[in-house]
Every structure is written in structure tokens, then in C-alpha cells.
T-cell receptor
Framework: DTEVTQTPKHLVMGMTNKKSLKCEQH?????MYWYKQKAKKPPELMFV???????INESVPSRFSPECPNSSLLNLHLHALQPEDSALYLC??????????????FGPGTRLTVT | AQSVTQLGSHVSVSEGALVLLRCNYS??????LFWYVQYPNQGLQLLLK??????LVKGINGFEAEFKKSETSFHLTKPSAHMSDAAEYFC???????????FGQGTELSVKP
């Protein structure tokens, strides 16, 4: 099974709301990633968790807060977002995050709209 | 710093024609290279990867890519295009530590009947 699942598929939130995105994988992978993708653009890396510890934060604004409760789960907590944060948010996982040879498996994404 | 350049933001081919999507990379060390496909409103799906085992890499859905170190290229090909191949294609490079993927800007493939 090479599936990464993400919930919800769609999310509409106001700028004062607090919401969370959820990602899950059961492949035994030890690295998990959050990406942001705007229309007609490549994914942009936001965060990397390796062995449940945050290893990379690509200078993401603090209104995005990642959490890795265990090796299978990854959350992205959202608070006080701006309209320009509207995008497709993709989660990915790989066998581990210290070698670039391992491919990343992507989930279907959450389409976020900030009003 | 590593980088990836995909030549042509949009490629259009006829059904049954050869598909050629170009990717050039810049890396100071032997790279790991990947091709991903993204269908509308979906996540990315891995087509194939190069990790130095063989220069000609075969992937899913009839796609293959050849690593050419002298040309710093990793072009994606498919002998005969199918309507279902219409999608966005991303080439990506990964460094040897950290697992960070650097994506090209993407190439949108259209297939005409």
C-alpha cells in the first residue's frame, strides 16, 4: 500500500478561524512533508519531519504550525490565515528523510480557500 | 545550489506521437532525479526515479527517462502518447542529505485526438 491520505479534501475558512489539516500514511515511512502549491506552479516545501522531529522549516509564517503526533500522522494547524494562503496543500512521506534517494509519495491534497 | 530547468511550459502532441519532455539539472554532486505527474485536482504521482543504478530508467505508464551526465539532462519520453497522458509533469532533483526535493516549473502536456 503506497497511499497517503489527507483530510479534508476541501476547506473554506475565514481569516479569524482556526482549522487543521490532517495527513496519514501506513507505509512505515519515517519522514513526512508539507508542501504548498499555487495554481500552475510546482509544490513549495514548507516543513519536513524526520523521525517525528521537525528537521526543516522553510521560513514559513507562524500562522502555519505543524505537528507530528506519531510516525504515521502529520497535522498542519492553521490560524489567522490570509487570502494569499489559499492553495493546494500537499502532504508527502518517504522512507526516511536523510537520504535524497528515497522517493516521496504524495497525498491528494487539501484545497484551502481563505475568505 | 541545485536547480532544475524544464524547457517548455507547455507541450502539445497528437495521440500516438512521441512524447518528449525536457529536464536539465544543475548539481555539484551526483544527483537523484525524479519525474512526477499531476492530474487536475490531484496530488503528484511518481513516474520514475534515477539513483545511479542505470542511466536508462523505465517507469510506469510506458514512460522512460535517460540520465546523461555530459548534458546534465534527464528527459522524459514515451513512444506513443495517449489521451490519458494529458497532465502536468514535474522534474525534480534531490540532494544526498536531507531529502529536500527541488522541482522544475513543470510542463503541461496536451494530447490532441
Amino acid at each position: 500500500d503506497t497511499e497517503v491520505t489527507q483530510t479534508p479534501k476541501h476547506l473554506v475558512m475565514g481569516m479569524t478561524n482556526k482549522k487543521s489539516l490532517k495527513c496519514e500514511q501506513h507505509m512505515g515511512h519515517r519522514a513526512m512533508y508539507w508542501y504548498k502549491q499555487k495554481a500552475k506552479k510546482p509544490p513549495e516545501l514548507m516543513f519536513v519531519y524526520s523521525y517525528e522531529k521537525l528537521s526543516i522549516n522553510e521560513s514559513v509564517p507562524s500562522r502555519f504550525s505543524p505537528e507530528c503526533p506519531n510516525s504515521s500522522l502529520l497535522n498542519l494547524h492553521l490560524h489567522a490565515l490570509q487570502p494569499e494562503d489559499s492553495a493546494l496543500y500537499l502532504c508527502a512521506s518517504s522512507q526516511e528523510g536523510t537520504s535524497g534517494s528515497y522517493e516521496q509519495y504524495f497525498g491528494p491534497g487539501t484545497r484551502l480557500t481563505v475568505t | 545550489a541545485q536547480s532544475v530547468t524544464q524547457l517548455g511550459s507547455h507541450v502539445s502532441v497528437s495521440e500516438g506521437a512521441l512524447v518528449l519532455l525536457r529536464c536539465n539539472y544543475s548539481s555539484s554532486v551526483p544527483p537523484y532525479l525524479f519525474w512526477y505527474v499531476q492530474y487536475p485536482n490531484q496530488g503528484l504521482q511518481l513516474l520514475l526515479k534515477y539513483t545511479s543504478a542505470a542511466t536508462l530508467v523505465k517507469g510506469i505508464n510506458g514512460f522512460e527517462a535517460e540520465f546523461k551526465k555530459s548534458e546534465t539532462s534527464f528527459h522524459l519520453t514515451k513512444p506513443s502518447a495517449h489521451m490519458s497522458d494529458a497532465a502536468e509533469y514535474f522534474c525534480a532533483v534531490s540532494d544526498q542529505g536531507g531529502g529536500k526535493l527541488i522541482f522544475g516549473q513543470g510542463t503541461e502536456l496536451s494530447v490532441k485526438p
